[in-house]
Every structure is written in C-alpha cells, then in structure tokens.
C-alpha cells in the first residue's frame, strides 16, 4: 500500500481535530503559519491539505476572513461523512441513521437482485445462513459476522448495480465494527437467522417485490433490536 503523501496526513490529521470537535462547523481552522509549525512542513504542503479538504466541501476559505468549517449536510465526501458519524460523539444517532442508509440502499438491491440470482449463488446465501446459525450456535461472533457480511455482499453484487456497490464500500469498515458490537448479543443473533432465511425463501421465489418487503422487515428487526438491546430506548418490561 502507498504511503500517504505529506498533504494526506495533514489532511487526515486536520479531518481527525475537525470529528473530534475541535473545530465545529462555522469555526475558523488555524492559518498556514499555525498549521506548517505543528505538522512541521511547508506552508506549501498545508496550502494543498487545505485544498483537498475545501474540495470535499468540508472546508470552505474566505478570502480575507479565514478558512471556516462547513456542517457535515455540506460535506460532499461519503467516506468523510461516514468517518465523522462512526467516531464522532453521538454514537447512538449514528447507528440509526446507518440502518436507515442501509435500509433504502439494500431492500433495493434485494429487489434488483430478484430473479437475477443463479442456483449456485442462492446456494451459496442458504451456506451463509446455515453457517450464522451454526456460529449462533457456539457463539463464535466471529464467524457470525463474517458469513452475515458475506450473505449481504452476495446480494449487493447480484444486483448489478455498480453504483450500489461504489456507495457500500466506504460503509465495509463501519459495518464491521456495528456488526461485532450488536451481534455479542444472542438474541439479536437468532432474529437475523431467521430474517436470513425469510431473505433465501424470498430471493428463491424470484419476486422482487417479496425480495424487497423481506429485506425491508429485515432492516426494521435490526433497528428495533439495536434500540431493544444495545441502545437501551426499550425498558426490559417492553421486550
């Protein structure tokens, strides 16, 4: 992998103080001068960082005035938006906005994908389900997570949208991480199981519109259990 250029972790590096909330949206950066002697390199280089980020619309320069911070619904970089939501302060929120993404873009695929699948490949969801439910089994999150990941990337590319696909692969990291985090509760486990195998019968039927009320249902089991069980919105009486 290339190292990253001096202008690139600058960039990095001011993007990082920018989540953390160092620097709020409508706030003014620090200048050239400021930011050449904390990162120890040219004023030159901090010209080009600054240009990089004013290119994805999360800086803005003011001639005379500064170079200020934009408010994330102006960001025009997904894998910055996407950075800013997963590790700024406000996790929760994030979560649920990251499902609602998730359930727009993937009942969608689910339903390109319907009829579009080969045997071998609906075979290969129905391995994917059998091997969620044998990792349930032994709790190993693991490879719960693993074949769960690998079950909706089956779908993604069966859906023969290259664009879908160029939106998700900033998300691959993110997912991740949210995915080991709900799935160490084993009644979130058993709930995706059996969503998964609603999701195969679906697809098998070739009917998108099942395929996408299947995933849909899917995405709304999954909210209301990050809400039942890792966020806490439910009170134990309610589950």
């Known amino acids: 992998m290339a190292r990253p250029s001096l202008v690139d972790q600058v960039a990095d590096a001011l993007l990082d103080r920018i989540i953390a909330g160092d620097f709020p949206p409508g706030s003014v950066v620090p200048g050239e001068i400021d930011l050449s002697a904390e990162h120890q390199v040219s004023r030159m280089t901090v010209r080009e960082a600054i240009k990089t980020l004013g290119a994805q619309r999360i800086l803005r320069v003011e001639r005379g005035r500064g170079t200020f911070v934009n408010p994330l619904s102006r960001w025009a970089s ?10 700024g302060q406000d996790d929760a929120a994030a979560a649920v906005q990251l ?27 129905a391995r994917d389900a059998d091997a969620m439910e044998d990792a349930h089994r032994v709790q190993d999150v693991a ?3 693993t074949a769960d990941l690998r079950f909706h990337e089956r779908i993604l590319e069966a859906s023969g949208n290259v664009f879908i696909a160029v939106l998700f692969e900033p998300l691959h990291r993110v997912l991740t991480e949210r995915r080991a985090q ?9 709930h995706a199981v059996a969503e998964h195998r609603k999701i195969v019968s679906a697809l098998a039927s070739a009917d998108p519109v099942r395929a996408r009320q299947a995933m849909d249902e ?8 990050l809400k039942t069980y890792v966020l806490g919105d439910i009170s134990p009486a309610d589950r």
């Open 143 to 145: 490879a719960f997570v």
């Open 99 to 125: 499902i609602e993404l998730r359930r727009f873009l993937e009942s969608g695929a689910c339903e390109l994908a319907a009829g579009r699948l080969s045997a071998e490949e609906l075979d290969g969801l």
């Open 78 to 87: 997904l894998e910055a938006v996407i950075r800013a939501v997963s590790e």
């Open 218 to 225: 899917h995405m709304q089991q999954t909210l209301a259990d």
């Open 182 to 190: 709900t799935s160490r509760v084993p009644e979130i486990q058993a």
